[in-house]
């Protein structure tokens, strides 16, 4: 597959989302890390998870320890997938979602996702979202002292503004090296970000590619121009999707979810379509 690079480190240019397989709807075990093994086996090597993503209260990280069990029984093959996490967003168990960005929590969410995970430092961290409750560069800061303890390899932030996007790169003294926004054919109004990214050189990861776990299957009865172009090159119109993802700047590195083994099949071989340039300028109109 072909790779991009976050802070320098050669990933995948498609990666792997972990969320659908630990929230509402959630597969078996066995099914999620056949899932996970699919999508080594297709070369992805950059998997996306957080501390928030589980259903019930008691289970803070269950898609933490499930990608790390994953990685341990596929064995020495996984030894060069970089996996992200995040921190500062929570799941009380009511089926909402809360903030809390005190930089003293960040820093105890982060070496708890370190623990779970199973490694000594973080290969990348991210703050998940801003809390309006806390200074943006107070909570970045923790991402600072992370990186300064060794705690992470490498720091990123999530559902960030071009403003806070720039505060971070301040914050971290020119180390902010990705940023994980939503982004698909129905959600653009972060194109913004992405071009500040772009002009950085700092990766940009879109999550919910796709239009998101409920929305997913419909992308091409909502986005007829998709479904044209995926006609026309003879794959799926997820495919097509993500191929325009990536043809929009060199930094972009989707991270579709999965809960499906031939889901993460088709998604990773996106990396490798080509569209003209005529077929993004269509698609991105």
Known sequence: ???RTIGGRAVSAVGLGGMPMSIEGRPDAERSIATVHAALEAGVTLIDTADAYHLK?????HNEELIARALREYGSGAADVLVATKGGHLRPGDGTWTLNGDPQYVKRAAKESARRLGVEAIGLYQFH???????????????????DEGVILMAGISNADVTQIDVAQEVLGGRLVS?????????RSS????ERCAELGIAFL??????????????????GEFQQVADEVGVSVHRVTLAWELAL???????PGASRPESIRDSAAAADLD?????????SA
């Open 249 to 255: 700047a060199p930094v972009v590195v989707p991270i």
């Open 179 to 187: 940023v994980q926004n939503q982004f698909s054919p129905a959600f």
């Open 129 to 147: 979202r801003p809390d309006p409750a806390v200074p943006y560069a107070e909570s970045v800061g923790a991402l600072s002292e992370l990186l």
């Open 275 to 283: 569209l003209t340039s005529e077929q993004v300028a269509r698609l």
């Open 191 to 194: 194109l913004p970000e992405l």
């Open 57 to 61: 209260a008691g289970e803070v990280g």
């Open 1 to 3: 597959m072909r790779e």
């Open 206 to 223: 879109p999550w919910s590619p796709l239009g998101g776990i409920a929305n997913a299957k419909d992308l091409a009865e909502h986005h």
